[in-house]
């Protein structure tokens, strides 16, 4: 999964801006932040930075399966929202997506987003370009446990977008 290293990040916003070339359609690469699959926050006092990426959804509940995200469960349109069993990774089809926002309210993490009225998320491009902008190197491709998922966890709830 893509990694976040809050001690490195200086809330420059590239990853986003990065990311939104990414996702712009008709041929016209364009800089729309509000198309980006990772957001970034600070906290109230402008101390602490952190970029939303999706952590693929961990085992949220004692006993529940990696397939039970909380997007996934609280999205109303059958097969929408699905977990790819060979990756882990947590898709949001577009083109079946009513754009009603259940999925970005459920998730604990701020990791879903509406975007052109359809709920997006990060589903680790196979060549993310915020990965490669991010000069301090806050991004990056890791394996994670647990502990990071927790820590991680607590730095989103402390800075909200």
């Given amino acids: 999964m893509i990694v976040f290293e809050q001690e490195r990040c200086t809330y420059c916003h590239l990853c986003t801006l990065y990311c939104s070339y990414t996702f712009s359609k008709g041929?016209?690469?364009?800089?729309?932040?509000?198309?980006?699959?990772?957001?970034?926050?600070?906290?109230?006092d402008d101390t602490i930075y952190a970029a939303h990426v999706c952590f693929q959804c961990p085992v949220q509940e004692?006993?529940?399966?990696?397939?039970?995200?909380?997007?996934?469960?609280?999205?109303?349109?059958?097969?929408?929202?699905?977990r790819n069993p060979l990756t882990n990774i947590v898709a949001i089809n577009e083109e079946t997506c009513i754009g009603c926002g259940k999925c970005v309210r459920a998730c604990e993490y701020q990791a879903v987003f509406l975007a052109d009225g359809k709920a997006v998320k990060c589903e680790v491009c196979d060549d993310p370009l915020c990965v490669k902008a991010c000069a301090?190197?806050?991004?990056?491709?890791?394996?994670t446990?647990?502990?990071?998922?927790?820590?991680?966890a607590q730095l989103y709830k402390e800075v909200r977008l």
């Fill in 62 to 82: 004692p006993g529940l399966p990696r397939e039970a995200a909380s997007c996934l469960k609280a999205c109303p349109v059958e097969n929408c929202i699905t």
């Fill in 27 to 44: 041929g016209v690469v364009e800089a729309r932040p509000s198309v980006a699959r990772i957001r970034v926050a600070q906290n109230e």
């Fill in 136 to 143: 301090p190197k806050a991004l990056s491709f890791a394996e």
């Fill in 145 to 152: 446990d647990e502990a990071y998922i927790e820590n991680i």
